[in-house]
Each structure stands twice: as C-alpha cells, then as structure tokens.
C-alpha cells in the first residue's frame, strides 16, 4: 500500500534529523523497491559511511555502483558533481580543464553558499532525467535520496529556492527552477519524513512537515518512525513482570537467564514500548499522513538480513 | 596507555574556571540538554551563565521554564530550585539569530550609512546571508566571540549546530576568512561591474575568456549581484578578516575548551572520534567527551545471589530471555565500541545512561547534570519516575 503509493513516483527523497536511522530506512526501501524488480538507486550525499557498506563492504567513490542485481548505490560528492556540471555547460574539455583547474574556481565553490546543495540536486535531477538510449526509458525506475542532515531539515530542500530568487535569471536561475519543480510535483517525488519515536526527533519532524508546507508548498507523502519498540507482553504479563519484581525473588528461569536481570529487561522493554506507542499516537493525532512504524533491531552488525526484515515491514505497510 | 584523570572531575573543574564552553557533536545525540544541564550546574555553582543555543525548538525554553527564547539573552529564575545558586550564581539563556547576528556584523563593520544599505539589501546578501549552508556555524561564532568579550557573563556555554559532519563548525573560520579572502574573485569581477553596467568590455583576453565562460556557466545577473555583493564588502574585509582570527584566537585560548557529546552506537563513536583529532590538530583545547543515552547490561546492574530454578510459564520465559539477550548484545556492543574510543584518543569519556524519562524541566535539567558527574541521579527521592518500573 505504501510502497505502492511510494513508488507510482521515481524520485523518494527521505528527510530527518542526524541520527534516525534515514539511511537504513532508505537501504530498506531500496531493498523493497528491488524486490519488486525495479531497478533502484540510493543516492548518499557526501556520506563519512554509506549504507551500501552495509551490504558491500567497498564505498561507491561517486560512481553509480551495483551493490546488488538491480540495487545501486551512489554517495554524492558536491565537488564532483560540481565539475561535472563544468563539463556539462562547457563542453570544450580544454576549456573547462582551464575553469576546473583555476584557483578563482575552487575559492568560488568552497566559499559560495548554497552552490554545493544546487550542484547536488541537478546531479539529481539529472539522474532522474536519463534515459535509455534506444529504448529511451528511464534508467532508473526509482531514485531514493538520502538528503543530508542538518538541523534545519529544510535547508538542502531550499537552496534552489533561495537560489530561483537570488538569481533569476541566467542559467542557475533556470536550473533552480527545474529542481524546484521536481521536488514540488507530488506525481514525480514523494518527500518522506523519517523520525524516532523521541520528543525532540518527533517534536522536529513535525516542524520540518510544517516548514515544508508554508516555505516549499511540498506535502510529505509520508513518516516513517524508525526504531519503534514494539509489545512483546500482554498485559497480563507486564503485570507479572512487576509482580515477580516485587517478590525479589531471584533464581533462573532458563540456564544461565537470571530472573530479576530478565525482568529489568523487560521493564525496560515495556518502558519503551510504551513511550514508542505514546508518540505513535501523537503523530497519527496531528498528522493525516501514511505513518509507517519500523522495529527497533538489535544485531551485533547492522547487515543484509536485519534490511531485509525492514524492507518486509515497509512492503507489508 | 593508561588514560588519566577522573573526566568528570575535569569537567565540573572546568565549569569553575574557564569562560568558553563549547558544546559540539552531530544531531540527536543529546547536545542541547547537555549544554543546558552545564550551564544550570554552572550557575547554581556561583557562576554568571549565558547559554547560547542554536535549537529553535521551544523543547530548550520549556524545560528552562520560559515559553519561548529570544535572541536577545533573558534571564532563568533558579532560585526555586533547591539548594539555590550560590554567590552571585546566574542563568541566562538565548537562541541565535543566524540573519540578525548577520546583520549585526555588517552594522558594526560599514563605515557609513550608505556602505550598510548597500550590503543589506542587496538581493544576494538577503536571500544568502539566511539560507547559507555555514552560517549558522559563522554566526554562531562570532555571537560567542561578542558574548565572551564583555564582562557580563563569567561562562558562555555555546550549543553549536547540529551538522552530519560536526567538524563544519570548526571549519566555518577558515570558510569565511577563505570568503573573504577571494581576492582573486574581486580581481576578476571588479573591473567590469565598478561602473554599473554589465558590460562585457575587459583588458586583457584571458579576462575576456574567462568572463564569457562564468557568464555561460553562472548568468551575467548572478555575476553582476555578486560582484555588487563583494563591492559593498570591500571596505569590510579587513574588519571581518580581524573578526575571524579572533574568533580562532578565542577558541585556541587555554580559558575555551570543547565538550564533544556523542552516541554510544559505533558510528557516532568513530565520528566522535574523528572530531577529537581535528580538534588536536588544530590546537584547539579538548575538554571531555560525553557519552549520552549509553545502554546498560540488566545482568551486570545486578549481580546478586540467584537460587534455584524459576518456574515460568515456557513461553513468557523464552521472550524475556530473548529480550534480555538483546539489552546484552546492545550493551556489548556499545561497550566495545566506547573502549575502542579511550584506547584511539586516549581519553577517559563520561558516560550517561540512559534516562528514563524525558528532560522537559529545569528540575530534570538538574537531574540530568547529577547523571553527568555522578552516573546516576544524586538525590534518591528525586529520581526521574519510570514510565513502567
């Protein structure tokens, strides 16, 4: 339903603040898109670790790299993506070689603000712009983005805008305008919010959904609230848990699984569980969007398997 | 190597003594209640403290027991908590304001009236100087350098924005001075915009050359905007330049020092870790790291006497194994990340753990602190309530 809903359009991008787990969601979501026989690319901005190495073990060195049959794997580097779009306009390598390899140009790129977010959004409008060459279908049947974090979650998704009225007109201006009318047309891009079931990550994703409207006029298509601790006792037995600590009684319950360890466990667990179902229900208060809830997992390595037991949840959602 | 002293003794010395504290790391790991649960420790100590947040959300304001902050300083009533400050023991707090610190800036720098409505409305300087990706780390501090300057406030403890890459903030300085610096740039336009057209006439070929490309790859408005932007700045680039050094200067200075708060998980370790580096790389006085939100190992909390076998229904018995299987893999891993941090910076980090309630007021500010410096909360009777326990 969801994914149905996700993937009528070719480009996902995945919004939420540092720390929410926005990169395996969007691994997750690759993982299902693929298994649904779509040709996928997870594009990673300027990652210090992409969540291909999950699955891989080797970095995508700003190629378009296939991690697995039919998954892709980018990790964005503005300044390459910046000269690219060098080559692109000039289209004369000697010349272009002169403006890449001139010191005007580098001081420009580090010190002009916003150009690296533009560069990185054409690159993406690029790539959700190509086609085939005979058959001219797109060679990307879906483009899941994992937007760089940053306090102000709106930041990335505003440079074009800052940029479409600081620069009307010329050839910026006019790209701007075209990455702003990608991200804007709901038949094209779907914006997901990704969040934790925490105040301060639920408290900002909210506002980010918010922002998003009155600034950009976009509607998130959905939430995805990641690493929701999920009922592992009836009632019944949460009130045995609290029985069985009140007696104090300590001896095992299973070789070498002590009681009262067992059971602050699982008043831990019960705590969590319900703080996760507290904020579940505040967003689905405020929120008259899709929210989809994904498990917390614990694995001693974050791997192959633990995505796949995501990507189960997103497609059953 | 064995690591040295106490960090928490290292750390609450620091609230005592130095004038700069700056509190850094990536998003979600807890900074801001961090920064706060300092600067309320700090001040209840007999200090005068300014914290500076970054964090628009009113979450800060609320459990400082205002509505809202302002970015003008507004001072913290703590005299209902007990024991109240000591001495002349203040609190203030402030949210920054990236465009109006901006603006600030250029005020104090223009020579005339004239020189700052040219920079201020200018249409790259006020679409930029807000939506700039960096300026909320240069704003932030050049706030801390105007805050710590004065005699107002004995401590300034700055909350700086959350970045994936935490290092942004040390590179701001170098980002702006390089901005500023672009003197090159100003070689290359200047000629052409001083006279207000767009005219395309130049001296010399390789400057012909080049402008047609810029005007092919940016737009000839852009330039001409730009090239307005860095005329109106002209005057200013000494001044700023001057006001970037001092800012490495202020944070270089033995009386800052950086509390880097990080994750246990390994990833927020390692970057952690990687901040810590650049920090000594850069001379810049390390303080302590902090580790938020770390998970315990239910069976090493208690490690009393067992007895017997505990009949259970099998079922129930096998999912809280399970689910304390999963609290020791958890804590295990977290372990073993944290201990690869102490060997790699040779640091003793201050570990929290986890709390079990929400920070949402200055009383749980406080509780939040004792977690700090003494791994739980001080007083007993004050114990955050369990949602279930």
Redesign the interface.
């Given at each position: 339903m969801l994914l149905d809903s996700l993937f009528s359009r070719r480009l996902v991008i995945l919004s939420g603040?540092?720390?929410?787990g926005k990169s395996t969601v969007g691994a997750a979501l690759c993982l299902a898109a693929r298994h649904r026989g779509r040709r996928v690319l997870l594009v990673e901005v300027?990652a210090?670790?992409e969540a291909a190495r999950l699955l891989r073990g080797t970095p995508s060195r700003g190629r378009e790299t296939e991690v697995l049959p039919g998954f892709w794997s980018v990790n964005l580097d503005p300044k390459a993506a910046m000269d690219e779009y060098?080559r692109h306009?000039?289209k004369v390598e000697m010349?272009a070689r002169?403006?890449l390899d001139?010191?005007?140009y580098h001081?420009?790129l580090?010190?002009?603000?916003?150009l690296?977010?533009l560069m990185v959004l054409g690159k993406i409008m690029m790539l959700e712009d190509a086609r085939a060459r005979f058959s001219h279908k797109p060679v990307w049947d879906l483009i899941v983005v994992d937007a760089?974090?940053?306090?102000?979650g709106l930041?990335f998704l505003?440079?074009p805008l800052?940029?479409s009225?600081?620069?009307?007109?010329?050839?910026?201006?006019a790209n701007a305008r075209r990455i702003l009318d990608l991200i804007r047309d709901p038949g094209r891009t779907a914006l997901v919010v990704v969040s934790i079931p925490?105040?301060?990550?639920v408290?900002?994703a909210l506002?980010f959904r918010e922002l998003a409207q009155e600034e950009l006029q976009i509607e998130p298509a959905a939430f995805v609230l990641n690493a929701c601790h999920e009922r592992?006792?009836s009632d019944a037995?949460?009130a045995?848990?609290?029985g069985?600590?009140a007696s104090g009684?300590?001896?095992?319950?299973?070789p070498g699984?002590?009681?009262?360890?067992?059971?602050?466990?699982?008043?831990?667990?019960?705590?969590r569980r319900?703080?996760t179902r507290f904020y579940q229900q505040r967003l689905r208060r405020t929120l008259d969007l899709p929210l989809v809830s994904l498990p917390f997992l614990?694995?001693?390595r974050f791997d192959l398997d633990a995505l796949r037991a995501l990507a189960e949840r997103l497609e059953a959602a | 190597m064995a690591p040295r002293q106490d960090p928490r003794a290292v750390l609450d010395r620091a609230l005592s003594t130095r004038r700069v504290l700056v509190v850094a790391g990536s998003g979600g790991v807890g900074k801001t209640t961090t920064a706060a649960a300092l600067a309320v420790r700090a001040a209840r100590a007999g200090r005068r403290v300014l914290v500076c947040t970054i964090d628009p959300s009113r979450r800060l304001a609320t459990s400082l027991g205002l509505h809202s902050l302002s970015g003008r300083p507004r001072p913290i009533e703590l005299r209902k908590l007990s024991p109240p400050p000591v001495d002349r023991g203040a609190l203030s707090a402030m949210v920054l304001d990236v465009k109006s610190t901006f603006d600030d800036l250029v005020t104090r720098h223009t020579p005339d009236q004239a020189a700052r409505d040219r920079i201020l409305e200018n249409r790259y300087y006020r679409h930029v100087s807000a939506a700039l990706a960096g300026s909320h780390e240069y704003m932030a501090m050049e706030k801390l350098l105007e805050l710590s300057a004065g005699e107002r406030y004995d401590l300034v403890v700055l909350d700086t924005p959350p970045t994936r890459h935490a290092l942004d903030f040390l590179e701001a300085p170098d980002r702006l001075m390089a901005f500023l610096d672009a003197s090159i740039l100003r070689w290359f336009l200047k000629p052409y915009f001083a006279a207000g057209g767009l005219t395309l006439k130049v001296a010399t070929r390789t400057g012909a050359i080049a402008l047609r490309l810029a005007d092919r790859f940016l737009g000839l408005q852009f330039l001409a905007d730009l090239s307005e932007f860095f005329l109106a700045f002209e005057g200013m680039y000494a001044g700023f330049k001057d006001r970037a050094a001092r800012v490495y200067a202020l944070l270089r200075d033995p009386s800052s020092s950086f509390v880097l708060v990080t994750g246990p998980q390994p990833l927020a370790l390692e970057e952690g870790l990687y901040f810590h580096r650049r920090l000594r790389e850069k001379g810049m006085p390390f303080l302590a790291f902090v580790v938020n939100r770390v998970h315990l190992d239910p069976a090493r909390e208690l490690r009393g006497s067992r007895s017997g076998r505990v009949r259970l229904d099998p079922e129930l018995a096998a999912r809280l194994a399970e689910t304390l299987r999963e609290q020791q893999v958890l804590a295990a891993v977290e372990r073993r990340a944290i201990a690869r941090l102490e060997v790699d910076s040779r640091e003793r980090p201050v570990l929290v753990p986890e709390l079990e309630q929400d920070v949402h007021d200055l009383r749980g500010l406080v509780e939040f602190g004792d977690l700090i410096f003494e791994g739980r909360p001080a007083a007993a009777g004050r114990r955050p309530r369990a949602v279930a326990s």
């Open positions: 603040k540092g720390g929410v300027a210090p670790l060098v306009v000039v010349l002169r403006i001139s010191p005007i001081r420009f580090t010190a002009a603000p916003g690296k977010e760089p974090a940053t306090g102000h930041v505003k440079v800052a940029a009225s600081a620069v009307p007109i010329g050839p910026v201006g925490e105040e301060m990550a408290v900002e506002q592992r006792f037995e949460e045995q848990v609290l069985l600590t009684e300590n001896g095992e319950i299973l699984v002590p009681l009262q360890a067992a059971l602050r466990a699982a008043r831990r667990q019960i705590r319900k703080l614990v694995r001693e | -």
